[in-house]
């Protein structure tokens, strides 16, 4: 048995994408009167992807406006202006081409037409197998559903799988589907999101480590 398959979250794990969700979160409301959100703000709201986003947004201020129109302004907005300031944490190009013999998927909360042109925009792509987004499957992340399809299509176990992210919803995913969990504390979590994780990383590149360790353990257990 060894580890064959990595999955990643996307916002806060891969890329710095705060300053674009919030351009786009501002703009969807601009024209309503709404105060702005700050950098800040922002960090507290995502996670959920751009349905929760606004509607956490909308609970917070007490107003009621029509969600399905702001979340198509947010979209529109976003994917016109996908990597305007968002850029790859540091070490996460040279760390995902040394992980090159692993299979690797993205698994977002975004709409997996915006986490492609992220990807695409940051030259990322290619280093995955699969991109999937909040679209892509019946539930989204927590639930476990995203990652048990991903399993199920690249045919490995749960045992063999790493899931790697910086928010709550990433580890109780991959608690609930069986597979180890990386947290990353560089990212956009609250403080106590790692406590249920298996590792922790504060710099991208320390997974190496994880997966060397984590291969090893296999190893002796295998033995």
Not at 47 to 76: P, Q, Y
Not at 79 to 101: D, I
Request: no cysteine; hydrophobic share 40%.
């Amino acid at each position: 048995m060894a580890l064959k398959l990595i999955i990643f979250d996307l916002d806060g794990t891969l890329v710095d994408s705060r300053t674009d969700i919030m351009s786009a979160l501002n703009y969807a409301i601009s024209p309503y009167n709404v105060e702005p959100v700050s950098l800040d703000e922002t960090m507290t709201l995502v996670g959920e992807g751009a349905t929760r986003l606004i509607g956490k947004l909308l609970e917070k201020r007490k107003i009621s406006l029509d969600l399905s129109l702001l979340v198509a302004r947010f979209e529109s907005y976003y994917s016109e202006h996908p990597v305007s300031h968002t850029a790859p944490y540091p070490g996460v190009p040279e760390t995902l081409r040394y992980l090159h013999n692993y299979r690797k998927a993205v698994i977002s909360n975004k709409f997996r037409s915006i986490a492609l042109k992220v990807l695409e925009g940051l030259q990322l792509s290619q280093y995955f197998d699969e991109v999937a987004g909040v679209d892509t499957f019946p539930e989204r992340k927590p639930s476990p559903v995203p990652i048990l399809r991903i399993l199920h299509q690249f045919e490995v176990r749960s045992d063999e799988t790493l899931i790697v992210g910086d928010s709550i919803y990433d580890i109780q995913a991959g608690r609930a589907s069986g597979t180890k969990t990386v947290a990353v504390a560089y990212g956009y979590g609250s403080p106590d999101f790692s406590d249920n994780a298996d590792f922790v990383i504060t710099e991208f590149p320390q997974l190496i480590d994880v997966i060397n360790g984590f291969e090893q353990r296999l190893t002796v257990g295998d033995s």
